[in-house]
């Protein structure tokens, strides 16, 4: 719905920090100064749709973006909803993309013999604001002799 090119593009969020994400998108190629884009979520099926609180602002004063604190998504579903107005017409969000950067591991623990040149590391995953399963998890160690 809407007028085409005023849609939104590139929409996508970034979890941060466990409990911090920000959601980000480029304007519509059509979308004039007086286009405005308002986001609403939700974490799951069983909670209450929320607009931004915080929003990011172009040059124009169009959000661009949000800021959330205190997130939690629960199996792994979130729901989103740009829509806004542009002399009356409604615009809509396409597919998005959620990602999560992660803290580094937790509890680093290195232990390495003289004798046989052998080292045995082990740590704990890092907290998520969704991902339960450690399993889930690829991890990719870079050793350096100093």
Same mark, same amino acid.
């Given at each position: 719905? &809407? #007028?085409? +090119? ?11 920090? !466990?409990?911090? #994400?920000?959601?980000?998108? /480029? $304007? +519509? @190629?059509?979308?004039? =100064? ?7 979520? *939700?974490?799951?099926?069983? =909670?209450?749709?929320? =607009? ?8 124009? &004063? @169009? /959000?661009? &973006?949000? *800021?959330?604190?205190? !997130? ?9 909803? !740009?829509?806004?107005? @542009?002399? +009356?017409? %409604? ?7 959620? $990602? =999560? ?8 623990? $290195?232990?390495?013999?003289?004798? %046989?040149?052998?080292? %045995? ?5 890092? /907290?998520? %604001?969704?991902?339960? *399963? ?13």
């Amino acid at each position: 719905a &809407g #007028m085409n +090119g005023t849609a939104i593009e590139n929409f996508a969020c970034v979890i941060f920090n !466990v409990s911090f #994400m920000n959601c980000t998108w /480029h $304007v +519509g @190629r059509t979308a004039t =100064e007086d286009t405005q884009y308002f986001l609403y979520w *939700r974490p799951s099926k069983k =909670e209450d749709v929320t =607009e931004c609180q915080n929003y990011i602002k172009d040059a124009c &004063g @169009r /959000h661009t &973006g949000c *800021r959330f604190q205190n !997130v939690t998504i629960l199996n792994n579903n979130a729901y989103f909803l !740009v829509n806004g107005s @542009r002399a +009356g017409q %409604s615009i809509h969000i396409p597919d998005y993309i959620i $990602v =999560e950067k992660l803290t580094p591991p937790l509890n680093i623990t $290195v232990n390495c013999t003289e004798a %046989s040149h052998i080292c %045995s590391i082990w740590w704990q995953p890092p /907290h998520t %604001s969704h991902v339960k *399963r450690s399993s889930c998890f690829k991890y990719e160690i870079v050793i350096e002799n100093k």
